[in-house]
């Protein structure tokens, strides 16, 4: 089972862009799903958006239009481009292997903030 570490967060203005970065211990070219969840304070924790191996996309409807998710399987690493935050973008950001399954990492913390 790989190991993931987030990297990449940080405090942003609003309208501002963040790179995340999941850089995984081992080979993720059999990984058929990895995704990026995010938790914000006293709320549960969610799905942002997930990668297939094949390189096919989701989104949730929060954020369409202003994050992209992509992965890089010779350099063992998945990312999602943030542009255009928000306040509400605001929470600590995991990475997952979703299938199979996998353990999270310990989370990159973004807050967006004047």
């Known amino acids: 089972q790989v190991q993931l570490v987030e990297s990449g967060g940080g405090l942003v203005l609003p309208g501002g862009s963040l790179r995340l970065s999941c850089a995984a211990s081992?080979?993720?070219?059999?990984?058929?799903?990895m995704g990026w969840y995010r938790q914000a304070p006293g709320k549960q924790r969610e799905l942002v958006a997930h990668?297939?191996?094949?390189?096919?996309?989701y989104y949730t409807a929060s954020v369409k239009g202003r994050f992209t998710i992509s992965r890089d399987n010779a350099k063992n690493t998945m990312y999602l481009q943030m542009n255009s935050l928000k306040a509400e973008d605001t929470a600590v950001y995991y990475c997952k292997c979703i299938f199979p399954s996998g353990s999270w990492g310990q989370g990159t913390q973004v807050t967006v903030s004047s």
């Open positions: 990668v297939g191996r094949d390189g096919s996309t």
């Open positions: 081992g080979s993720i070219s059999s990984i058929v799903l």
